[in-house]
């Protein structure tokens, strides 16, 4: 197991320990689940970076880590969706797009062919991350309605990037199936 995969291994581990924080009574519970997300958003840099640099790149890994992101944001928002902090087909939006995408990602990969992520769907990822982040933590900061307001009004670019970022992967990729 490579060092890169081990990092995507615990991210995806991270995401039942966030969803559990983030749904118990506890006491500081947006706090504690907010660093485990953060951490686990911010750790999907680290392991790429450490598969480039130790030239770790696998298949499994190339399978894994969108597959780690996907997980973080689905529970995320299927968390806040049953806590009322996110409207039902926001969520639905995104967590459809991704699966789709992710079906579509695994079948090149089966193809040996590339499937990397477009700029607009990295763009599409740190809004929904940002967003989530601030819909996690609000309470629990300074002006929270405001904040509220705004990680919602980010979490609705996200929806439109999401939905952009999807379709553009359909034309592009569409191209290629013809071949």
Do not use: C
């Amino acid at each position: 197991m490579t060092k890169a995969n081990l990092i995507t291994i615990v991210r995806i581990i991270m995401v039942p320990l966030f969803l559990v924080i983030l749904l118990t009574e506890m006491q500081n519970k947006e706090i504690i689940a907010f660093a485990i997300f953060v951490i686990a958003a911010v750790t999907d840099s680290l392991d790429g970076y450490v598969a480039r640099k130790y030239n770790q790149v696998s298949d499994l890994g190339k399978f894994l880590d969108p597959l780690a992101d996907k997980l973080l944001v689905a529970a995320a928002l299927m968390a806040l969706v049953y806590l009322q902090e996110v409207e039902t087909w926001v969520a639905a939006i995104i967590i459809l797009r991704e699966i789709f995408i992710s079906a579509f990602r695994f079948y090149y990969l089966v193809k040996n062919a590339s499937f990397s992520a477009s700029i607009p769907a990295k763009i599409k990822t740190t809004f929904q991350i940002v967003a989530l982040s601030i819909l996690i933590i609000y309470q629990k900061l300074p002006y929270a309605n405001y904040l509220r307001l705004l990680g919602t009004a980010i979490l609705y670019i996200a929806v439109i990037l999401t939905v952009y970022s999807g379709v553009e992967y359909v034309v592009r990729f569409s191209h290629t199936l013809k071949e």
